[in-house]
Structure formats: structure tokens, C-alpha cells
């Protein structure tokens, strides 16, 4: 998947130093995916490096997830 034109964002919280930070971005997903698009998840160190995707409601239920605090904070 060609990711050149991606619209990558990170958080406003992030910042201006390169830290830990992870981007995201909305991205055609394809003649294969109902939606014909996907969130695309990526390390703000390494921009060519491996992205993951997911469905919007992938994306949506992590996100309640996190909101909801179901996921403890790595130590």
C-alpha cells in the first residue's frame, strides 16, 4: 500500500522534540475493504518503517477502549 500521500497526524499533546510518539492517518483501503478506507497506525521515528491498519470500527472500539480505561499504562 502506497502511503506516500497519507495525511499523518499525532497527538497535540506530543512535542516538538521526536519523542515516543505514535501517527495516524486515514487511508484508502482498497477494492478489498467494504468501507474503501483505513486508519493507519505508524512510529513517528521511523516513517518508512512498518504502519498498521485497521477497520474503522477497529479503530472506534480501541478508542472507547482507551477512554474507558480498559487498558493499564506500561510501566
Known amino acids: 500500500m502506497d502511503l506516500n ?12 522534540n521526536g ?23 505508524r512510529d513517528s521515528k521511523d516513517p518508512d518503517g512498518p504502519a498498521l491498519f485497521f477497520t474503522p470500527e477497529e479503530w472506534k472500539a480501541f478508542l472507547l477502549g482507551v477512554r474507558a480505561g480498559e487498558f493499564e499504562p506500561i510501566p
Open 5 to 16: 500521500t497519507a495525511r499523518w497526524r499525532k497527538s497535540s499533546f506530543s512535542g516538538d
Open 19 to 41: 519523542g515516543d510518539c505514535v501517527e495516524v492517518a486515514e487511508v484508502d483501503g482498497g477494492p478489498d475493504h467494504k468501507s474503501g478506507r483505513l486508519i493507519a497506525l
